[in-house]
């Protein structure tokens, strides 16, 4: 193996190998500090010039995932959000229907009482109506011997009014 398969053979080894986690940092100056301290020894594991201008792509597209991921992460988080509102909407609504419910049966237990008492009030109208017949039945009974009485008074003072005509003349 040549010189330059073996630096090949070592950068995709290392593309893909990232430094440890306490060399990581987002500051840009640590960044800085470490591809200037271990630049060359990672020339001497085999990279180049050209292959950390890779790197350096890798990097930038892995960054650009990142963001992206990011921004998925965002609107996650915010249909999340979302969705708890809608959830809360619906147990507020739940509650409403049960309340609504509640006044509805109570509705229907007074509409019930109601619709008994009117029941009680028809029985005892009925009722009246039955003891009235036999009382309108005696009252047109008592008005037509009344008027055949006050027929008869009239008859007879019409007999007697002649006559006291004649007395007093």
């Known amino acids: 193996m040549g010189k330059k398969q073996g630096r090949k053979a070592g950068n995709s080894k290392n593309k893909s190998a990232s430094p440890p986690a306490k060399e ?41 995932e990142t963001k992206n991921l990011e921004k998925k992460v965002e609107e996650l988080t915010a249909r999340v959000i979302n969705a708890e509102k809608v959830i809360n909407e619906m147990k507020e609504m739940k509650s409403m229907t049960r309340e609504i419910r509640d006044k509805c049966t109570s509705f229907s237990n007074r509409l019930d009482q109601l619709e008994e ?25 008592n008005e037509q011997s009344l008027q055949e009485v006050w027929d008869y008074v009239k008859k007879k003072k019409i007999h007697l009014l002649p006559f006291r005509a004649n007395q007093n003349n």
């Open 117 to 141: 008492r009117v029941s009680a009030i028809e029985d005892q109208m009925n009722e009246m109506k039955r003891e009235e017949k036999p009382k309108e039945k005696r009252r047109k009974r």
């Open 24 to 64: 990581r940092s987002s500051s840009p100056a640590t960044d800085q500090s470490w591809t200037e301290n271990d630049f060359d020894e990672m020339r001497e594991e085999g990279f180049s010039p050209s292959n950390f201008s890779e790197l350096k792509e890798e990097l930038r597209t892995q960054r650009k």
